[in-house]
DNA sequence: CCCAATTTGTTCGTATGTATA
DNA sequence: TTATACATACGAACAAATTGG
């Protein structure tokens, strides 16, 4: 059972090779990884990490500063550092979004249409890192801006990884799926991988968005991947771009 | 006239409320906007830069350590500090870029097809954070990949950034269209906002892509900015993503 | 092949400033 | 006001990589 402030021991020598700010970056995100350290929780203030790790100071700060950068902590100054939560905010600005053509910014109001178990094909499989045919759970989600449907998102889930996922726990959930998958399951999605083309409209993409069939449209393939990175999501998102755009800043600015 | 290695000036107490490794950043930043710095050539040593901004070693490290994360300068172990420049790899894991749908990367074959002076119409005005109606250059570039043709590229520069560009400069270039801005104009690409939506094939596209018109074709609108974040070349791809697709992954890893 | 000089990388520790509760 | 936390700045010492002799 993981206490509000774990201790850690000290890294010693592990890892000859390993400069020791990496083998404290590795400590801390296993225990995230392993449920010790829950998101949104503070981390000891770096005097007592430093201490525990027996590390200095300014070792600590060079781990903590890398997880920093990667999203995985938060550092506030005169407060602590948290475990990183995932909101709608930080979705925003860590990953692609869809946005009205003017750049208006707006949560989508999300729809389940659908909440099924089966079992993977050869690309889901692929995508998921794991056996075709596995158990899989597949939702289909529908996004709303403006109140116009825009986005039909397939979800793919190795069931596995979820176990005792019902559709009434997804549609009850109070906030974002990537939230829900960290408070319920304790998965942490840190980062993803993206493949985007142009397709034509079929007949069902086409009646749940209220668009002509054949019409083109967006297709968005992506992998989630937890802090280990392994592969926790599969995603193909069918995004109707007349009246709204997929945006992302490259690089953060200098 | 550049010197190899310039000198610089004391920092001193230069905005009171700025943490000096930001006033060391931005000495640097301008080095590098203004010519002192260019592409490709070493930094003083840490030593030193620190003596001569009269700042400690470990300040120095931090300014430059944000540089480094911001893809503007590339340390080596060893060797020195470089002011980074653009290339071909670099491309393909900062900004987008387009692959086979089995993963395969290549540098892409390019042919110009077109190159006009004209004015700026509304849309790449906005764009470009001018006026409509001023100087222009329109370069219009068709990509092959594995000799089939994948993408074509409408660029928009503003003529008063880029004067003596002809035609016959830019294809004899010898690499990239970045590191040309960069030799010959030094203007540095730093970050790109990208917008991305799917169109159908028009009439042209149709011909220069040897698709279908009416075809869905993802269409991916760049506005590219410098060091200083001044908006230096609009650019509209229009891609053909039948056998290829437009790749990146979202943040680094840990 | 080895050695020496140079440069960045890592680790240490201290002191002081700023933000928060 | 006080206490605590992170942020900034300093500087020293040694390790690791590179280069040239």
Redesign the interface.
């Known amino acids: 059972m993981p206490t509000a402030s774990p201790s850690f021991q000290p890294v010693a020598q592990q890892g000859i090779g390993q400069p020791l700010y990496r083998v404290v970056?590795r400590r801390l995100?296993g225990a995230i990884e392993s449920g010790d350290l829950e998101p949104g929780t503070a981390l000891p203030s770096e005097r007592v990490l430093a201490s525990q790790f027996e590390v200095s100071i300014g070792t600590l700060r060079q781990a903590v500063g890398?997880?920093v950068?990667?999203?995985?902590l938060v550092r506030r100054q005169g407060r602590g550092t948290y475990v990183a939560q995932h909101n709608a905010e930080r979705f925003l600005f860590?990953?692609?979004h869809v946005e009205r053509t003017d750049g208006l910014r707006e949560v989508p109001e999300l729809e389940t249409l659908s909440f099924e178990r089966g079992h993977l094909d050869e690309e889901q499989a692929d995508a998921l890192q794991t056996r075709a045919g596995s158990a899989a759970i597949t939702i289909e989600n529908r996004l709303r801006l403006q109140g116009r449907p825009v986005v039909l998102d397939r979800l793919t889930l190795p069931a596995a990884m979820f176990k005792g996922l019902t559709e009434s726990r997804l549609r009850s959930r109070p906030s974002t799926i990537y939230r829900f998958y960290q408070d319920e399951y304790g998965i942490t999605v840190?980062?993803?991988?993206?493949?985007?083309?142009?397709?034509?409209a079929d007949r069902h993409v086409a009646r749940q968005l209220g668009v002509v069939p054949g019409a083109?449209?967006?297709q968005v393939r992506r992998t989630a991947l937890s802090?280990g990175?392994k592969p926790v999501e599969y995603r193909v998102s069918t995004?109707s771009?007349g009246l709204?755009?997929?945006?992302?800043?490259?690089?953060?600015?200098?």
């Open positions: 970056m995100l890398e997880l950068a990667g999203h995985i860590q990953f692609f840190a980062r993803a991988l993206e493949r985007v083309r142009a397709v034509a083109p449209m967006l802090i990175d995004i771009t709204h755009e997929y945006v992302h800043s490259l690089t953060r600015p200098a």
